[in-house]
Structure formats: C-alpha cells, structure tokens
C-alpha cells in the first residue's frame, strides 16, 4: 500500500518521514540522520505547542509542522512516522499511525509493556504497515563482527556474558525520566535495554531467567536509579546487565567470556568513531594474549533510516520486527514483576 512519486536526483524512491516528539533528542540525531540518507527526507516535524513547532520547522527548513499527532499522521505527503516521544505516548502514536496506513519506527523502550507491544504489532499487521523498533545497534560494525566470532567459535563455547550503560540522567533534557508514570521504568527502560538487547543478538538466545536488584526501589510514581538485571538464556548462558542514571560520566561496555577466551569493547554504543574490540586467550605457552581491532562505527542513526526505507521501498521485513521490541518489553516486564 506504499506509493511515493517522490524522487531523488538518481531518480530513486523517497520514503517521506514525519517526527513526532520533536524534541533535543529528534534534532540533534534523528532529523539529520534522516536528511542524510540516500532513501529518505524529512517533511514533518510534531510538538505539542504549535507556535514551537512552526519557529522550528521554519528554522530548519521542514515543510510541515503539526501540534498534534493525529494532524500529522493524516497529512497524505508523510509515508512514515519517527516516533520520538516519551516512553508513554508509544502506544497510542503506533495505533494512530497505523490506523493512518502509515509506517512506523519507535524508539526504545518499544512501549510500557508487553500488553502494548502486542497491541502494535497486531494494529501495524492489520494496517499492513511495517513496525521497526529503533535498536539501531544491531546495525554496529563491532557487533557484528562480535557475533560473526561467537559464532564461529573463535572464544569456544560461551558461557556467560555482560554489558553495561551508565550516564548522569540529571544532565538530560528530558526530566520525566524519573517519572514512572511516564518513563515506565528507570535506566533498566532508558539504557538497560539497549544491553539486554545487544545481548540477545549477540548470543542468538532468548531469555529463560530473570531477576534484579533496583536502587532504590521503584514506587508507583518514581523509578529506580540503579539497576543490576541477571539473565539466564535457554542455551546456559548466565548475563548480567548493569545501568544507571548516577555515573559521574556516559560509560558503556560489552563481554563475553567462552571456554576458549574472551571478547570485550567500551563505548560500545557511540556512532562516528573507532572502536577496539578485544580478544584475549591462553597461548599454548600459557600466556594471556590479546588481538586488538579497530573497528570504525558509522552513524548508526543514518543506518537505521536507511534499512528501515528500504525495507518500506523494496516490500522486505522490517529489519528489527516489532517481535524483537517485545521480546525485550517481556524481559522488562519481568524485571519489574520481580520487585513487585
């Protein structure tokens, strides 16, 4: 049910995007990340006040702004909608744009629950739209090349794994993240998932086991600081997740540990900059090598605006199915349970 006339100087099909939830976030990675690929552009940008959302549309040249989600996903110029907005508006935007017949990408966390995911899946289905959820890191050059070595059994066989996130959350623009009501968790939601996820592509498991320990402990109206999530897969694999909003800088890593050595990475989630993936093993001399590679990240952003187009232009599955966004809410959800 895709038809776009738009073209580009090559002559290639264009898929139109609209933003909405137009916030830092949106402007400083997601409109550029759009305007910069090969298959896509940006027309329509969303904010809930509408004098901001025409200054700026106007100030970056965008064509169309909207107050309101559903002007914008009606508009017959947008083919898919970017949804930027906090973690509780997913839900009812992916209904919406769905119900508009129009393709969607949201963000992470995919919604506040598992309930949630399946609703959209099945709207985006009936609609005959295609749903992507934005774990752009799967795009990753270093996972990628990570997986590829699990896989051939270039550490033997892996048995146990774990990834980190941490960031000051007091430095964000977005202050509803330690507003359960809307953030629906803490950094296990914000940042956390972004490791539970890797993980799962990483190792080609699901997970089986969940606990946690949450600092301090959720209510009702506020969310966890610090969480630490435990996972078994149904291979064995034991993995630990570590986030938080209370790191006195941005910090990420990945790990996994085989029976014949292990692989390890740091910033593991930054775009535009060289990464060192490192592989240390036992020589038969008994020392502890390491191979060093330097693997070059590009912008991820730009990757996932362009697979996702594609996959619109070319009639293809979403390369990151709303399954996988629900898979991940499953494990969320019973995080939370746990502590409950």
Sequence with gaps: ??????????????????????????????????????????????????????????????????STVGELVRHPEVDAIYIASANSAHYSETLAAAAAGKHVIVEKPMAMNADESAEMISACKKAGVQLMVAHMLRFSPLLVRMKEMIRNGEIGESISASSGFMYNAGLSQRKWLFDRAIAGGGPVYDIGVHCIDTLRFLLDDEVTDVSAILQPLPTSARTEETGLVTLRFSKGIAASVYSSFRAPFRRTFIEVVGTKGMLRAFQFTTVQTTVQLIREYESPEGRIDSVVEEISIPNLYITQIEKFA?????????????????RNQEILDRVFDSRR
């Design 1 to 66: 049910m895709f038809i776009n006339n738009h073209t580009s100087g090559e002559g290639m099909n264009k898929v139109r995007f609209g933003i909405i939830g137009f916030g830092g976030f949106a402007e400083r990675s997601i409109a550029p990340a759009i305007r910069a690929s090969r298959n896509a552009e940006l027309i329509a940008i969303q904010k809930r006040d509408r004098a901001a959302a025409s200054e700026k549309a106007a100030a970056l040249s965008i064509p169309l702004s909207f």
């Design 310 to 326: 594609e996959s619109i232009l070319e009639g293809k599955i979403s390369p990151i199915s709303g399954v996988e966004g629900l």
